[in-house]
């Protein structure tokens, strides 16, 4: 036995990936032996079955469903995004366009003849103040995103840590927005209104210059195929300069000499606002080094410059507009003095004027010559603030869209496309209007005043427009601009990336909205690298087997230097924490581990043989801890022994294997393996990953949860990582890239909840941890009640949390933490504190996933939550179990806020998520928390009043009475009896609440809706309601709020009364069982019964007795054993007394016989012992069997067998253990066993049972609970005195509520006067004040949970992959088809339940279900198929198009549309990796190598393979026996997959 387990080496184990993925291919044997378990042939009797169920847990329920609708809503999605974008592109150029017209000097234009007469022609033309609503409509449109800008600068500064820039840095960018901001206001202001819209869109299309010569000065001789891009660029930058020269020409032979000067400035300095987006410090050129250091340096101080930029832009731009309006106006002065007229009916002059003239007018001021007759029109007021309102909220809307469209990775075709089309559209439109309206002067007369319209080109369009006035040149500008931001069509980034990697600048420029979002969409940098596909042949492995790297300890130092490209493959090591599970629970941990299997084994599947990289691809291990894992033998009291939670662990991994796979599966004996702390069992999975269980003694090493934390994060992170022989870059990236995927012992989940999580740390660098919905799972009332609070808590609090700082706690039994974050100063370290002190106990092991995410939001990290990574847990189901829970939790969770609250100060210099407006969050929380009895008390004390009509003083004593007895009872009685009373009390106010709501109802009816009562409620249940409504997936928890309403003075008053009275037990209170009793323990209960029989008989023995013989109570009052009082009394069930006696005569026998064997008189009597537990072990009595009894001789040998001497790593007793089945026994290496000696000694050796010390806790502890309960009590005391008081002396002081006045008419008849009273409700300030705070707090929750739902549809979204979609189904090519749907192929391809017997095990008619026959399959002898791996490569290897529909698995995938031409490429995909390891290994070996005489490894079990057909056939040609599995035996199969012979 001298194996070794796994070593240092980090990631997973050497074997997963070097000599397990070989097989079948080269045939090793990486068990050392046995190739396979003997399964036992089964007799023709017992062949009856159990299929393995359906996959029907609460994570996988209505999964397909539920797939679907995403792919569906995705697709509906796609064109929805794509139309808004393209109509909001298309409708706010539009409106620009149309604003800018109407500033055309001396504008005229025919008017619609239908109202002033039919039989003339008439022509208006636009006065100034009509002129003047429109420029300050430009001038708003601009200022909306500015303003934006400046909004969300101010929140980052405020809310966030942003560093300030260097002054010089800060002056170049201000330089820049500067001169754009003053192209842009020429271009608007001077430019576009003496061209004609049709001009105007094409000319748009020309503001790329500046980005196009930087992009090309920003090129480096690393691009690929520069000289091509460089010949673009010019290209493309020369096309843009024929905008400087053909239509300032043109314009100025009709006389416009202002074109020539103005067109080409407005154009280059307008271009100037997007040079970062093109600049790169990677340049040779000098100045563009500097811009580009100056764009590194602008990622963390944008938002301070930008706090300022934007203000001034909007200064200069109104600067700009007053002085081009003082050359176009007759006095600029308008602009103020007519603001108010402008956008109010005026008047507007409508000349007659001749149609036979007309065409002889060859200027707009002619056309004053021909007018006769004058109409006076008024104009429409509000036509410019609805064009003005419609430009904003479109640029806005196709803004917000087409970043939407960017984060859920749907960018080519609805934002890209949409993008470029938006000049071509808007073109055409303006073509065809244009037309129309020449034709028709009564065109859209009812939708546009008719005074207004675009600036339309004049003549024929064929002749004169286009080809007369060169607007075919435009086709170079929209190509020259499509060049130039060609990068929007090839994304890179993540899903869900932020705004400041999506974009450049915060907002967008809402003048020029299409070539803003294209030019200001970031240019991605080169995707992240999960692997190299240039390795360089490695000489150890020629065939390329290896092609997953790992890092072993033993890694040559000398090839550590650089960084590799497997560093930064994800790493997810799952961390599952389990003592006394359930087999239910135990089962849904495993099948989700084993689903994570599968999905990882599929992922690197079609990497290996598809040639197919998934973005999501991660390497994966699981590690399970057990707490308390072993108990005391029964042969032997010396010895430990697993207990039965371990035993059931491994009778259920058979069973959870079999269910994930839908197939009997029976997995290979684990690997034993002795360890320092305990002992190590170690399986391989069907995917080939590891699941190594870590069994903890806890004589040996520190137990419960925070203790097995600290245990795999020192092993995992200190020992795996850091103890590695590479350099510290190396260990930097492998950190930041791996996760601990932190799991309680009955959490069950899918893989893809994991990779929602891994989206979000990949999303943000500085995510420390990250957690998902976690859904209660159970049945009972108190199921009922956490499903509607944990509902209430995910989709408000900890969305809010989200949205406007950090979550603060990322729960333990469902969260992805960062390697790197844990790593961090003072917190992996900081974790591993002794309590020494009594709040210590309540913080650290109370609440330790609170106070380790408490740690990492100090240390400046972020945590988040996902509500689209569902998870379910077992929750509490009874009454007692579920208060102990939550007596740990309350002060643990108030501790810990409170530690982060006194420390805002540093966290918020520290952690850019935190801010002082979430602090204040947090503390008006914490105050609500506090004085939640108080006010709950308040509450019931006028439901009181209104329910049963008496008075406040009355109510007062009815419910201040049992809180004070419940509090008596908490300080004076046992926990037992404190919850049985809690659980009276609960189940009496839950009555009274039902009455309350009674009364209630009927007080609000009295009061109106007006009343804040009224409001408060129905604002709560709308929030309520709308929240399920969001959360369609959940909304059944919605029901059960009514029960939630009825436990509110339970869980907000009784419990939080008993959390704080109960604050020194630090015990866990949920999952506990009793331990055997040992030896010791046997002696002193023996001795306590010797006492018992020396007591005197008589009167003094009976006041010394203290039971009855024969009955026994659950209550017993007694005084000095004078009287007593037994309630709930029932029949003892043994005999206490003589059970002691038995118990120690049964030791003494014992004693002595246990001195006979180790004084090595074996040859004396000889007696057998049996040994029998009653109450599962708990109690054990020793019987000897006196018949078995011999003498053999009356003196004793001389001889003598001595005693084995076991060492706990070496031959612990434990590893001979049946129930743990027959595995290898494996031994740690010298420097593993060493760390956890280190490990143990420093950090984690058991806690000494100090008596006095545990005296001193015990005080500090009841001395902590008496402060927290006297300082709590007194602020609930005072917090109800004062609106106590202030409620009965409201007619004195009270604030009368404006709403729901009641009006009392009094009619005096001696007088006849009417007297109307107001009757105001009146309330307490403090109530009211406290009404608000709350009604504030929901809002904010509310508003924050809008916000989180739109982020998580973005975040499904975006994880979601179409297969196809309709617009692009026909224009995926083979290869394309078969990269989209890899890695569904390989799962479908590499199940392992047979493919011929799911098409009768589905049948659903009896009388053609095959039974007998499928009963003889199962009684033949079978060979497994082999790993999924295995069955992938069988499947793979019988391929082909003619054999396709014959495969069943190969039909299901035709269904998920692979087309004919795609399973072809995948048929060539074979054959290319068949020839590709066969070229390998003849150039490895030599194309003369005899494999059959110089096999590779073992000839034990070599054979020669020259190709992948050849791994499955024999020598002589025939299908060689099914490659057995080496993770796992496979108890039954129904059919055999018959390979076909090699041609």
């Not at 390998?1480 to 005899?1490: F, I, P, S, Y």
Request: with cysteine; aromatic share 10%.
């Amino acid at each position: 036995m001298n194996g070794v387990a796994a070593s240092g080496d980090y990631g997973m184990d050497d074997d997963y990936h070097d000599a397990d993925d070989t097989i079948p291919l080269h045939q090793e044997d990486i068990y050392g032996g046995s190739r396979r378990s003997v399964m036992p042939e089964l007799k023709k009797w017992d062949v009856f079955r159990v299929i393995p169920p359906d996959n029907d847990s609460g994570s996988a329920a209505d999964q397909r469903c539920l797939d679907i609708t995403i792919k569906i809503v995705k697709v509906i999605v796609y064109i929805i995004t794509f139309g808004i974008v393209l109509a909001s592109g298309v409708i706010a150029k539009g409106t620009t366009l149309f604003m800018t017209s109407q500033l055309k000097q001396h504008k005229s234009l025919e008017y619609c003849n239908k109202r002033i007469g039919l039989d003339k022609t008439w022509r208006v033309e636009l006065p100034d103040v009509e002129k003047v609503a429109w420029v300050w409509c430009l001038f708003f449109c601009f200022i909306t995103p500015e303003a934006g800008t400046w909004i969300r600068s101010t929140r980052m500064c405020i809310f966030k840590s942003i560093r300030r820039p260097e002054f010089s840095h800060f002056l170049v960018v201000v330089l820049f927005e500067t001169l754009h901001t003053i192209g842009l206001a020429l271009l608007v202001f001077f430019v576009l209104p003496d061209l004609d819209a049709v001009k105007g869109v094409m000319l748009t299309n020309c503001v790329c210059i500046v980005p196009g010569v930087l992009g090309m000065l920003s090129r480096t001789n690393r691009e690929s195929r520069r000289f091509l891009k460089t010949v673009c660029d010019i290209a493309a930058i020369l096309g843009q300069a024929t905008g400087f020269i053909v239509w300032p020409i043109i314009e100025y032979q009709k006389g416009n000499t202002k074109a020539c000067w103005a067109i080409p400035l407005a154009v280059v300095l307008t271009s100037l606002g997007w040079w970062e987006n093109y600049v790169d410090r990677k340049s040779k050129i000098g100045i563009v080094q500097y811009l580009g250091t100056i764009k590194e340096k602008m990622k963390k101080t944008r938002y301070w410059v930008y706090l300022f930029a934007s203000l001034w832009k909007i200064l200069i731009f109104f600067a700009c507009m007053l002085f081009f309006m003082f050359l176009r106006l007759d006095n600029v002065g308008d602009l103020f003095t007519k603001f108010t007229d402008s956008f109010n009916q005026h008047k507007i002059f409508v000349n007659e004027t001749s149609r036979a003239l007309l065409g002889t007018a060859t200027d707009t001021a002619d056309f004053a010559k021909l007018f006769t007759d004058t109409k006076t029109i008024f104009s429409d007021g509000n036509t410019a603030i609805y064009v003005c309102l419609i430009q904003i909220f479109a640029a806005y809307s196709a803004y917000i869209f087409g970043k939407f469209a960017c984060k859920i990775c749907i960018q080519g075709f609805s934002f890209a496309f949409p993008v470029n089309l938006t000049i071509p559209v808007t073109l055409s439109l303006l073509l065809m209007g244009c037309g129309l309206r020449s034709g028709d002067a009564c065109f859209l007369r009812d939708t546009i005043p008719g005074y207004l319209f675009f600036e339309c080109p004049r003549g024929d369009y064929i002749k004169d427009f286009i080809a007369g006035e060169h607007v075919w040149i435009w086709v170079l500008w929209l190509f020259s601009q499509t060049w130039i931001t060609l990068h929007i069509w090839t994304p890179h980034c993540e899903r869900l990336a932020t705004t400041e990697k999506l974009f450049v600048t915060p907002m967008y420029n809402s003048l020029l909205i299409d070539q803003s979002l294209g030019m200001n969409r970031r240019q991605d940098d080169a995707p992240e690298r999960l692997e190299s596909d240039s390795r360089a042949a490695d000489p150890d492995d020629p065939d390329g087997t290896q092609h997953y790297e790992t890092i072993s300890i033993h890694t040559d130092s000398s090839q550590t230097a650089n960084v590799r490209a497997t560093d930064h493959i994800t790493r997810i090591i799952a961390c599952a924490t389990m003592w006394h599970e359930t087999r239910d629970e135990m089962m849904d941990m495993l099948k989700s581990v084993l689903r994570m299997d599968e999905d990882q084994s599929a992922m690197k599947v079609a990497q290996e043989y598809l040639k197919v990289r998934d973005k999501d691809y991660y390497e994966f291990e699981t590690h399970i801890f057990f707490d308390d894992a072993f108990e005391m033998s029964d042969e032997d009291e010396d010895e430990q022994v697993a207990n039965r939670f371990v035993r059931m662990l491994v009778e259920c991994i058979d069973e959870a294997a079999s269910h994930v796979h839908q197939i009997p599966i029976r997995l290979r004996p684990p690997t034993k393996i002795p360890t320092p702390y305990g002992g190590r069992l170690t399986w391989t999975l069907p995917g080939k990953t590891k699941l190594i269980a870590h069994l903890k003694n806890k004589m040996l090493i520190r137990h419960r949860k925070r203790w097995s934390q600290v245990m795999y994060m020192y092993y995992l992170l200190g020992y795996r990582l850091m103890e590695l022989d590479i350099s510290v870059e190396r260990k930097e990236i492998m950190a930041d890239n791996t996760y601990l995927l932190t799991l309680d012992g009955d959490i069950d989940f899918q893989p893809s909840a994991v990779k929602l999580l891994v989206d979000l740390m990949k999303k943000n660098r500085n995510l420390g941890a990250a957690c998902g919905r976690i859904h209660p799972v159970g049945s009972g009332p108190m199921v009922w009640y956490q499903l509607f609070e944990y509902a209430i808590g995910h989709w408000l609090q900890k969305a809010t949390e989200h949205m406007i700082g950090c979550v603060l706690c990322s729960p333990g039994c469902f969260s992805l933490f960062r390697a790197k974050g844990l790593m961090d100063d003072n917190v992996m370290k900081k974790y591993t504190l002794t309590s020494h002190q009594a709040r210590h106990y309540v913080q650290y092991d109370q609440g330790e996933d609170r106070w380790l995410c408490t740690l990492l939001l100090q240390r400046g990290y972020r945590v988040d939550y996902s509500a689209a990574s569902d998870a379910y847990t077992h929750c509490p189901e009874g009454f007692s179990e579920f208060y102990n829970q939550r007596r740990r939790w309350v002060p643990s969770t108030i501790a810990n806020i409170m530690d982060l609250l006194m420390d805002y100060r540093n966290t918020i210099k520290i952690n850019d998520n935190i801010s002082m407006p979430y602090i204040m969050y947090q503390s008006f929380l914490m105050a609500g928390t506090i004085l939640g009895p108080g006010t709950i008390f308040l509450m019931l004390v006028g439901a009181f009043v209104a329910a049963f009509r008496i008075d406040n003083w009355t109510s007062f004593q009815y419910n201040i009475y049992p809180i004070l007895v419940f509090m008596l009872v908490c300080f004076t009685m046992k926990s037992n009896i404190q919850l049985l009373v809690a659980q009276i009390l609960s189940a009496a106010y839950a009555l009274i609440m039902m009455a309350v709501i009674v009364g209630t109802t009927l007080q609000l009816y009295e009061d109106g809706p007006g009343s804040p009562s009224f409001i408060f409620l129905i604002a709560t249940i709308l929030s309520m309601v709308i929240a399920a409504v969001l959360h369609p997936q959940e909304f059944k928890c919605i029901f059960p709020g009514f029960i939630y309403l009825l436990s509110i003075p339970s869980m907000y008053l009784l419990l939080i009364l008993y959390s704080l009275t109960n604050l020194n037990n630090v015990t866990w209170g949920t999952r506990e069982v009793l331990a055997k009793k040992t030896k010791k323990e046997l002696e002193e209960e023996r001795k306590a019964l010797e006492e018992a029989k020396k007591r005197p008989d008589g009167i003094l023995g009976y006041l010394y007795s203290t039971k009855s013989a024969d009955q026994d109570g659950s209550i017993e009052f007694n005084f000095a054993n004078l009287f007593r009082i037994m309630c709930c009394t029932y029949p003892k069930q043994i005999d206490e007394r003589e059970q002691l006696k038995r118990i120690a005569d049964s030791l003494d026998a014992l004693n002595r016989r246990m001195d006979l064997v180790e004084g090595g008189h074996h040859h004396g009597r000889r007696c057998s012992f049996s040994r029998s537990s009653n109450h599962g072990g708990l109690i054990s009595t020793v019987k000897e069997d006196r018949s078995a009894c011999s003498d053999t001789g009356d003196t004793n040998s001389d001889t003598s067998e001595p005693r084995e001497k076991r060492d706990q790593l070496k031959n612990p007793l434990w590893i001979e253990d049946k129930a743990l089945r027959k595995g290898k026994v494996e031994y740690l290496p010298p420097n593993e066993i060493q760390f956890w000696q280190d490990l143990i000694s420093q950090y984690l050796w058991p806690l000494d049972e100090n008596q006095e010390e545990k005296k001193r806790i015990a005080q500090e502890l009841a001395e902590l609970r008496n402060q927290s309960v006297f300082i709590f009590f007194m602020c609930n005391a005072l917090f109800i005195l004062i609106v106590f008081l202030l409620q009965l002396n409201k007619d004195n002081i009270h604030v009368d509520w404006p709403l729901g006045v009641k009006y009392n008419i009094t009619l005096i008849e001696e007088t006849g006067q009417v007297l109307i009273n107001k009757e105001y409700l009146q309330m307490e300030p403090i109530g009211l004040v406290f009404v608000f705070f709350f009604a504030l707090i929901l809002l904010i929750q509310f508003i924050a949970m809008l916000f989180h739902r739109f982020v998580t549809l973005s975040h499904i979204l975006s994880s979601c992959e179409l297969t196809s979609c309709c617009n692009t189904e026909n224009k995926d090519t083979p290869e394309e088809m078969l990269r989209k749907n890899a890695v569904e192929i390989v799962k479908n391809m590499q199940r392992l339940r047979d493919d011929r017997a799911e098409s009768y095990e589905g049948e659903n008619r009896l009388a053609r279900r095959r039974t007998i026959q499928n009963l003889v399959n199962q009684q033949q002898k079978r060979q497994p198929i082999g790993t999924l791996d295995v069955a992938f490569r069988k499947r793979f290897q019988q391929l082909s198009s003619q054999t396709a529909e014959a495969t069943p698995i190969l039909g299901n995938m035709r269904k998920m549309s692979m087309r004919a031409d795609a399973l072809r490429a995948l048929e060539q995909r074979k054959n290319s990796v068949m020839q590709e390891r066969r070229r390998k290994r003849m150039e490895t070996l030599g194309a003369h190598n005899d494999f059959n005489k110089k096999p590779r490894h073992r000839s034990s079990n070599a054979s020669g393979v020259s190709s992948l057909q050849g791994a499955f056939l024999q020598r002589n040609g025939h299908p060689a026996a099914a490659r057995h599995n080496d993770g796992y035996e496979n108890s039954s199969e129904d059919e055999e997959l018959v390979l076909p012979t090699e041609p």
